[in-house]
């Protein structure tokens, strides 16, 4: 590099941290309508920033989300179903590569973990992996509504509610229960209700972690000397980084005990007594 270049260079980092500290000393004087243990408070209970349901009921702002992510899903499917699957070709596009790689992914799992019967969970963990991703990305979006005391809310991610969690992690144990009732019977039915914890402890690693996220997120808004720039590169990554893992967690831990429960148990072979040997008699 040139030293032009480097002083160029230098010169554009110097103005964009002079800016930076103008706006941080012009904007730090602003008084906080929250504290910040009401901001954190709410942001888990969602107590005020609450929304209203086609006008004839309050409800978290995650349900709205859910309603937009779940919508948004099914039309594309529905779009790709019609317009592209007919389409679709045996060397495939780049179009048609992500939507084969994506299902793929998924598909390979079940089998991997569950290789005697897949097809069941390979359907619902392909489901569950595509929506948690996508509705945790969605809080990127930054999509905004009306509370019901005026104030403007941005949409978080449907799973933020733990509602929706638990509705998760019990779809996941039903799932289980199937493939071992189908499988083996009352034997696949006990086998499953062993692990009574998992629906539990599905349901609140998937809330804790895309909470706390959320909440690293409020609190590094809710500090002016924090609240430039700092918070796209924080929202951004751990927005990906929860997307990518929570996904992947749940459809695994859903794919690995499916497999347990609905694999065939060999019959015990019953033990043929040996007959007592009869002493000689001289």
């Given at each position: 590099m040139s030293k032009?270049?480097?002083?160029?260079?230098w010169t554009i980092f110097i103005s964009l941290l002079v800016i930076l500290l103008v706006g941080?000393?012009?904007?730090?004087?602003?008084?906080?309508?929250e504290t910040i243990r009401e901001v954190m408070k709410d942001a888990v209970l969602h107590e005020d920033n609450v929304v209203n349901l086609f006008g004839f009921r309050t409800v978290n702002p995650s349900l709205i989300s859910a309603y937009i992510v779940s919508a948004a899903i099914l039309l594309f499917a529905i779009l790709v179903r019609i317009f592209a699957v007919p389409k679709f070709k045996e060397i495939p596009g780049k179009f048609q590569m992500i939507i084969e790689s994506w299902v793929d992914l998924f598909t390979g799992l079940a089998r991997?973990?569950?290789?005697?019967?897949?097809?069941?969970?390979?359907?619902?963990?392909?489901?569950?992996?595509?929506?948690?991703?996508?509705?945790?990305?969605?809080?990127?979006?930054?999509?905004q509504v009306n509370g019901t005391k005026g104030q403007v809310i941005t949409l978080p991610a449907p799973l933020c509610d733990i509602n929706a969690a638990i509705a998760m992690g019990v779809t996941s144990f039903l799932?289980?229960?199937?493939?071992?009732?189908?499988?083996?019977g009352f034997k696949g039915l006990l086998k499953t209700l062993k692990e009574f914890s998992l629906p539990i402890s599905m349901?609140?690693?998937l809330f804790g972690a895309l909470l706390?996220?959320?909440?690293?997120?409020?609190?590094?808004?809710y500090y002016i000397t924090l609240s430039f720039v700092l918070p796209v590169i924080v929202g951004i990554l751990f927005t990906l980084m929860h997307a990518i893992i929570q996904a992947y967690v749940l459809t695994m831990l859903t794919a690995t005990y499916y497999g347990e429960v609905s694999e065939k148990t060999a019959p015990k072979e019953k033990k043929h007594k040996q007959p007592e040997l009869k002493a000689e008699s001289n």
């Open positions: 032009k270049r480097k002083i160029v260079s941080i000393i012009l904007t730090g004087t602003r008084e906080k309508e991997s973990n569950s290789p005697h019967r897949y097809s069941t969970v390979a359907g619902y963990i392909f489901t569950a992996g595509t929506y948690i991703f996508l509705g945790t990305l969605f809080e990127l979006l930054g999509v799932i289980i229960m199937l493939g071992g009732i189908t499988s083996n349901s609140f690693r706390s996220g959320m909440l690293v997120t409020e609190l590094v808004y």
